[in-house]
């Protein structure tokens, strides 16, 4: 079962984190094994494009560990400028709470076509606890949550997501001023909703700045929820509004209640004409957010692909797959030039590209996650060998990216090629580097624990195990291996 191969090659790399040579040659084994197959079924190309062997997920933790270093010295800092560039970007405009389209969006499924009039606020913000204030940069259409989020992101801009107030711990409150030396007195809590929201017909509407009111050059302040009183009906709807790209906002039906709704309605996004091609205003725009990140987006894919700093473990597998492909007289270029997309950029880069939380410690939005991934398919459709072909059904992306695609698809090709004719490692060259590696990483997870768990797994499958290595003898000489490990851990 899926689930299982995944489970098993990452107990393996917990339980190796300490042997990253040994760990480096189950892997080769195992991908020689898949390689083998793949060649004999005519299909070399669909190598390495999932995770359902044992062999691919054991590569993609492999290279986790690998190029975490690199990743941390070379490619974060670039990751993580360009995730702030497309947030400040998409923050300029209205951002749908309910729906995640954005005015600044690159993909079209999250563009927001209505035309939505707003106003730009510069307000003053205090936290609770804290001597001194922010000034930050509001939209009137802004939730209170989307603006409490941009005021903790102001306030705590050096502090991780994870170590800053929750949202739902705190709320957005105006303050008043007493007419004694202009000390503050009463606040106003904001709130998503409560009992001011607009309700008409089977609509509710999620309250905004400009519900309340709020001005520019407003003094705010950010207080602990339990420390703010509560007057009447009040409903926040944080957990829905910040919800992960992953989930889906169920808005409520006639049924249950009053459907809710921020800057579109969402019968009006099921329109017959809402499928029809992004028009030329649209593309504009989009190509004018594109321009505005793009320097951002280069300096992420120069990272990737720097010859002059090409990691480690990147060349010692490169090195592999061309031997495989020597050893199997696989004479076809682009073959081998997909086994090198799909093994390092589609399994390692795309997955931080599309997740930076993964990495760092930030909130991906649903409109920042799909700008990302138009940057990622972009950065996978420069690696490609095949051509696209635009036509008027293609996506305004690619018609977007098309020069930039075709400047990265010569820009990997050459970077293959110049890694190819450095100097092959060695298999010493591979065991220093390997060791260096487990010294670093080697109890960072509870190999025990890991230990126990593949053993289990190992019993429960002993039948299966016994008939394999009958006929295989380098599995059973790998399994003699990994049970003498079993052996130093009481279970």
């Known amino acids: 079962p899926l689930f299982r ?134 939209l009137d259409m802004d939730t209170i949550s989307q603006a409490k989020e941009k005021c903790l992101d102001a306030f705590f801009k050096t502090t991780g997501v994870s170590n800053r107030p929750a949202l739902r711990e705190v709320d957005l409150c105006v303050v008043g001023q007493s007419s004694q030396a202009g000390q503050h007195q009463n606040v106003l809590p904001l709130r998503d909703e409560d009992g001011s929201t607009q309700i008409d017909s089977s609509w509710k509407r999620v309250n905004t700045l400009s519900h309340y009111n709020i001005k520019d050059g407003t003094v705010l302040t950010i207080v602990r929820r339990e420390n703010v009183p509560t007057n009447g009906k009040v409903v926040d709807h944080t957990q829905m509004i910040v919800a992960s790209p992953t989930q889906s906002v169920v808005t409520l039906d006639d049924d249950f209640g009053p459907r809710i709704w921020h800057l579109t309605k969402q019968v009006d996004l099921n329109a017959r004409d809402h499928k029809k091609m992004v028009s030329e205003i649209y593309l504009t725009r989009m190509l004018s957010t594109k321009r505005i990140v793009q320097k951002f987006v280069d300096d992420v894919f120069d990272a990737m692909y720097a010859v002059a700093k090409v990691p480690f473990a990147l060349k010692y597998l490169y090195d592999f797959l061309d031997s495989q492909a020597e050893l199997l007289n696989i004479s076809d270029p682009d073959v081998l030039h997909t086994w090198k997309n799909n093994s390092v950029p589609l399994r390692f880069w795309m997955n931080v590209i599309k997740n930076p939380e993964f990495v760092f410690d930030v909130h991906k939005s649903v ?67 390997m060791a260096r590696i487990s010294h670093m990483h080697g109890n960072e997870f509870h190999r025990d624990s890991a230990l126990y768990q593949l053993s289990t797994y190992v019993l429960k499958y002993k039948n299966q195990l016994g008939d394999e290595l009958v006929t295989d003898e380098s599995l059973s000489k790998s399994l003699l291996k990994l049970l003498e490990t079993l052996k130093d851990v009481s279970v």
């Open 367 to 433: 409109s920042v996650d799909s700008f990302l991934n138009i940057i990622a398919s972009t950065f996978m459709d420069g690696c490609s060998v095949s051509e696209h072909k635009l036509s008027k059904e293609s996506p305004s992306s690619k018609l977007l990216y098309n020069k930039e695609v075709q400047t990265y698809k010569e820009r990997v090709q050459r970077y293959y090629a110049d890694i190819q004719a450095q100097r092959r490692l060695t298999e010493s060259d591979m065991k220093r580097e």
């Open 5 to 138: 191969s995944v489970e098993v090659a990452s107990l393996l790399m917990v339980i190796y984190q300490g042997q990253m040579d040994y760990a480096t040659e189950i892997l080769k084994m195992l991908l020689s094994d898949l390689i083998r197959g793949g060649v004999g079924r005519s299909q070399p190309k669909l190598l390495l494009r999932r995770t359902e062997t044992v062999a691919e997920k054991l590569l993609t933790n492999w290279l986790s560990v690998c190029l975490h270093q690199y990743l941390e010295e070379v490619a974060g800092a670039p990751l993580y400028t360009l995730y702030l560039a497309i947030k400040s970007q998409i923050e300029k405009g209205p951002v749908d709470a309910i729906t995640g389209e954005s005015r600044y969006a690159l993909s079209e499924e999250k563009l927001l076509r209505q035309q939505i009039d707003y106003k730009e606020l510069r307000c003053s913000v205090s936290v609770e606890g804290q001597p001194s204030s922010v000034h930050v940069r509001l």
